[in-house]
Each structure stands twice: as structure tokens, then as C-alpha cells.
Nanobody, 127 residues
Framework: QVQLVESGGGLVQAGGSLRLSCAAT????????MGWFRQAPGKEREFVAA????????RYADSVKGRFTISRDNAKNTMYLQMNSLKPEDTAVYYC????????????????????WGQGTQVTVSS
């Protein structure tokens, strides 16, 4: 069973940048497709970005495309989310998640496809 711990959240002004990290322990990191989701107060958890097992394929929500970049380092058992040009509407708790992928090409965009979740890290963007 894998444990996921997010870090890197904080308070930033609109237009600024943050880099989130998701460190995995207790499992075979390279066997998991990974994803980032976020949840704002009063809203459902929404997909942000996902990456396949090797890191060669990615997918983004339209709202973050061109501003956010997902990546992973399988040697360090860590996934990242580089967030640039942040907007107040990006304010949310950001969660990383792991999917026990059945194939190398799997990229999961639905929360129910994921098997493990981190505790979340708060990102607040001020206007």
C-alpha cells in the first residue's frame, strides 16, 4: 500500500507561481499512474492533471492547460505540479492520487479511478 504526502502549497499573489510535490512511500511508484485534483470550498473535487507510469503522457483540465505542468521522477518516487500564472480561481486544496495502472498508457481523470490519496495541501491565490 502506498502513502502519499503533498507539500509546496501556500499563499501567493495572482500571477505568481508555486510548485507542488507529492512524495510516495510504501509502494512501487513506477507502477502507478498519478494525478492531481483540487477541491474548493463548497465545490466537488475536480481533475487538474494526470500522468502515466513513465511520465511520457500527460493530460490537463482545460482550466489549467498552458499554465500548469505535471511531471514525475520515478527514481525519487515523487510527482510534481508546477503552477504558473496563478489565478484566484485556482484557490483550493490540492490532492495527489495514485492509480494502480493496468497498462503503461493509463491516464485516469476521474477520482473514482484512483486507489490512494494524499491528505491535501492548501493553495491560496490572492487578487
Amino acid at each position: 500500500q502506498v502513502q502519499l504526502v503533498e507539500s509546496g502549497g501556500g499563499l501567493v499573489q495572482a500571477g505568481g507561481s508555486l510548485r507542488l510535490s507529492c512524495a510516495a512511500t510504501g509502494g512501487i511508484f513506477r507502477a502507478y499512474a498519478m494525478g492531481w485534483f483540487r477541491q474548493a470550498p463548497g465545490k466537488e473535487r475536480e481533475f487538474v492533471a494526470a500522468i502515466n507510469r513513465s511520465g511520457g503522457s500527460t493530460r490537463y483540465a482545460d482550466s489549467v492547460k498552458g499554465r500548469f505542468t505535471i511531471s514525475r521522477d520515478n527514481a525519487k518516487n515523487t510527482m510534481y505540479l508546477q503552477m504558473n500564472s496563478l489565478k484566484p480561481e485556482d484557490t483550493a486544496v490540492y490532492y495527489c492520487a495514485a492509480d494502480v495502472a493496468r497498462s503503461p498508457d493509463t491516464i485516469a481523470v476521474v477520482p473514482t479511478q484512483y486507489d490512494y490519496w494524499g491528505q491535501g495541501t492548501q493553495v491560496t491565490v490572492s487578487s
